[in-house]
Structures are given as C-alpha cells and as structure tokens.
C-alpha cells in the first residue's frame, strides 16, 4: 500500500503523523497534498527510513550524492561520506557509484543511515554490461528492469529513472545545435541506446511496469532529466521542454495509478530564468515536488560550484523547487572527499534555509529570530547552535581569544552592540 493510496483513502499513516509535526503543519492538510501528488514521502516498505517530507508547504529539502567510480573505490570513505552527509543537515542521500563492487556499496551505505536513498539503476545495468566485455549501447531490457527489480526489493526509497527520453526526441536531438549535448550519465545511457539499437527507450515504453514495481514496494519514482542543460548556452532549450512535456504525462500516469513522483530539473540555468523553468515544470508536471540540481548560475567556477549552485538553488526553492541537489566544489574536477561533502551539504542548507525565509515559512523564520536575540545577547552557546558548521564558528572565536564575554575580535570594546546595548 503507497503512501498515496493510504492518503486517497483518508488515512493518516505514522509517517505522515512524524512528518507533520516535525513541519508544524496539521495532519491532515498533509494528508491531501500527498492525495494530489504535490508531496511524497521517499520510503520503500522494505526499509526502516526516516520519514521525510518532499514538496509545497514543507521546508526545501536537501539531497547528497555519494558513490563510487570506476576510477576510485573505497566502502569505507563513501561509508563517511554518507554519515558526514547526515551530521551536516542532508534529508536524503543518492548513491551513484559506478564502480565494479557498486551493489555491496549500496547495501553497507544503507545499512550505515536511516535517512531516505536514491540510486539511479541504470548504472547498475550498465556495470553488469560493461562487466561481460559488452559496450553500454549492448545493454537488454533484462539488465535494466532486473536492477530495478533488485533494487526495489534491497529498500530502495526513491529511483532516478530516465522514462522521458523516447526515440522521437533522440532523433530531434541529433540535429539540435546544443553546445554540450547530453551531459546526464543516465541520459547518455539511453539516448545512445535508442541510437545504435534504432527501438524506443525501454523505460519509456513498459512505463506501466515500473507503476506495478513501484506499487509493490511504494518506491517514489524521480523522473530523471536527460537533457538537462549542461551550461549555460543550452538552458531551457526545445529538448529540455520537450522532454520536460513527455515528463508531465508520466507523473499523471503515476498519479493516477497512486505512484508517488517527482521530476527532476536543470542543470545550468541562468539566474533570470530560473523562476520561469520552476513555473513551467510545476505546471507541466501537475504540481509535482521538483528536485533541482543546482541550478548552476555560471559556468566559469570549478572549484566553488557549491556557490553557483547555493546560489541557484536559493532561486529556485523559492520559486517553487522543493528538494535541492547539493553540488560540491569538486564538481566537474573530480569525485568530492569528506571536506568537499560537507562544504556542498552547507552551502545547500543556507540556499534552502533562505528560501524557507523568503516564503515566510515560521519554522525558518522563527531560527532567524532566534540567531538575532543569540547575537544581541552575547550567547554565544545559542549561536554556535543554531550555526549551520558549529566546529567553524567555534574555531574562529578561539582563533583570536578575548577575555569578555560580551564582544569578539572584529570590533573589541567599539562593538555597537555593546556600546548601545542599554539604549535600544
């Protein structure tokens, strides 16, 4: 039984009891938006997962990637990586590895946290393929729906699935003048599959299969954007849009068969036209939660893309985003370390903490209230709290230590605070 078809009925499930009172929002109101598919509730029957809430109404959500590569293999740092994720505010965790050993890596990473996780299956169809000394575009059918089916089964809580690329909109792409072409992984996977084999996208196709896997297990389905612009130059294209419509018609298949979705957005985007891609996927995709990676607003950052991305990422949550994929600053460079995790977990949090602010969320609100009164005070427990890094803020007082209480390095005794602390 989904979550969305307990919801239909008028139950109200533990998850949804848990999740309203962490949101401050009653029950029942939350029950209705995941009636109508505009929340999910990431959380495969399989699996003991933190219940966590995802779309309009909520707090903007954050997820990590983590994951091996056929360059790097280590269980132990993706373990850390992991755990690193959770410590510093991330609501959800993707596993991406591509390395030989990813399905051991999967499954010690879930057994490690309690948080929702994602994969994207199609790796895993990719490896088994790659494993028998056969090129990607030799991948069957079986591979595919065999490692969703198996991942399903392992507790899986949300699947990256690229069902919105159908040959017709391989064959368009092969005469569109983008400047960096296909830059998803998976959309790769798929666009020169349909290429070299000349049939439609298997996903696309048997859609109404992977509806019966995601009943069974109450898999939320995270309808992946393989044409997702990858600079600035091929933002909201005609192949975004176009796959961006066969998108829309997939979550209201989802819907009506009581499948929990949501959509996957850009990408590389513009800063001015970030509020416009945010309207047109929550009409086209029927209010569906929207996950957004980035969106990076300048191409010409490796090395910080966890700025361009908070950057984006704070346009977008509050134009409507409602799960933020962080990036880290080894984005585009190389596969991040524990520091690069939790820079780009941070730097996620304050975009969506800003975000949850500008839409006058109480919650978000109310811990900015908080931090004021913290810093008229001189509290600076309460401030070192409510920080989003508390070991750096504690590291940069006692880096210049001063005696009183009631100031810090930066202005000493000329602190304006302390000098009118009685006046105003």
């Known amino acids: 039984m989904t979550q969305m078809k307990e919801a239909r009925k008028g139950n109200i499930t533990k998850e949804v009891e848990i999740i309203a009172n962490e949101e401050h929002i009653s029950p029942e109101k939350l029950r209705k938006m995941i009636a109508i598919g505009k929340v999910v509730i990431p959380k495969n029957i399989n699996r003991k997962t933190k219940p966590c809430g995802i779309g309009d109404n909520l707090k903007t959500k954050i997820n990590a990637n983590i994951g091996s590569s056929t360059k790097m293999e280590n269980l132990p740092l993706e373990i850390e990586k992991a755990k690193t994720a959770v410590k510093y505010g991330a609501d959800a965790v993707m596993d991406l590895s591509t390395g030989s050993n990813l399905k051991e890596f999967r499954e010690k990473i879930m057994d490690e946290i309690n948080i929702p996780i994602g994969t994207v299956?199609?790796?895993?169809?990719?490896?088994?393929?790659?494993?028998?000394?056969?090129?990607?575009?030799?991948?069957?059918?079986e591979d595919i729906f065999k490692a969703i089916e198996n991942q399903a089964k392992e507790g899986v809580d949300f699947m990256t699935l690229h069902c919105g690329i159908n040959k017709d909109l391989v064959e368009k792409l092969t005469h569109a003048k983008r400047?960096?072409?296909?830059?998803?992984?998976?959309?790769?996977?798929?666009?020169?599959?349909?290429?070299?084999?000349?049939?439609?996208?298997?996903?696309?196709?048997?859609?109404?299969?992977?509806?019966?896997?995601?009943?069974?297990?109450?898999?939320?389905?995270?309808?992946?954007?393989?044409?997702?612009?990858?600079?600035?130059?091929?933002?909201?294209?005609i192949s975004q849009i176009q796959e961006l419509v066969n998108l829309g018609t997939l979550v209201k298949k989802a819907q009506d068969a009581s499948v929990q979705s949501m959509v996957e957005g850009?990408?590389?985007?513009?800063?001015?036209?970030?509020?416009?891609?945010?309207?047109?996927?929550?009409?086209?995709?029927y209010g569906a939660p929207f996950y957004v990676l980035g969106p990076i607003v300048t191409d010409l950052a490796p090395g910080y893309d966890h700025i361009t991305s908070a950057i984006g990422g704070a346009i977008a949550a509050q134009s409507g985003a409602n799960f933020l994929c962080y990036v880290t600053p080894a984005e585009h460079l190389s596969i991040p370390n524990l520091e690069d995790v939790k820079e780009g977990v941070i730097a996620s949090k304050i975009a969506a903490q800003a975000a949850d602010v500008a839409k006058g969320l109480n919650s978000a609100l109310e811990k900015e209230k908080d931090m004021a009164i913290a810093r008229k005070t001189f509290n600076w427990d309460k401030q070192f709290e409510l920080a989003f890094d508390r070991e750096k803020c504690e590291k940069y007082?006692?880096?210049?230590?001063?005696?009183?209480?009631?100031?810090?390095?930066?202005c000493g005794e000329y602190c304006a605070i302390r000098i009118a602390k009685d006046d105003f």
């Open 397 to 410: 007082r006692e880096s210049c230590p001063v005696e009183e209480e009631d100031m810090c390095s930066m």
């Open 266 to 285: 850009p990408g590389h985007v513009p800063m001015n036209q970030i509020a416009s891609n945010m309207q047109i996927q929550k009409t086209l995709c």
């Open 179 to 237: 400047t960096m072409g296909i830059v998803s992984r998976g959309g790769t996977f798929l666009a020169s599959w349909i290429l070299h084999n000349g049939i439609e996208n298997p996903l696309y196709e048997n859609y109404d299969y992977i509806l019966e896997i995601a009943n069974e297990y109450d898999i939320t389905l995270s309808l992946g954007d393989g044409l997702r612009p990858g600079c600035l130059q091929d933002a909201t294209d």
């Open 121 to 141: 299956p199609i790796y895993e169809a990719g490896v088994a393929t790659q494993k028998r000394g056969e090129p990607i575009t030799s991948m069957s059918e």
